[in-house]
């Protein structure tokens, strides 16, 4: 199969099959090599030929890309969240610092993060409790 190259980082690269059928987002490529030797890993976003899901897969296929290549990338799946010390027991913000794994003698007032955040799970804490976690 023969692949175009979108984007290239280093040994990553996001390539699209000329077919129009699917993404790949591949490491220790190197466009040199013969046709089928292109690459060591890669992986894969089928969308054949449905439009929305073309999109879904390049958004996809980017936010792994990006993920590969740049230190801080934050995908569309992440929040950013704020923890105050002030909104917390000393103890309890301790635990919450201590297991993200940050040394309490460097955080202030506030912590920020970026988190994988479950939408799903919050929104059960919304219903039981009354609260507009997802707002």
Known sequence: M???ELLRKDNYALLQSESDTQY???SG??????????????????YWNDTKRKADCLQNALDCFRGKTEENYVTKGQKYLEIHREDYTEGTFNEIVTSLGVDN???????GCYCIVDEESLKEVEESEGYNLCG
Do not use: I
């Open 2 to 4: 023969k692949w175009t």
């Open 24 to 26: 790949v987002v591949v």
């Open 29 to 46: 490529y190197d466009p040199t090599q013969p046709e089928d030797q292109q690459w060591a890993n890669g992986n894969y976003f089928s």
């Open 105 to 111: 003698e460097r955080v202030g007032d506030a912590l």
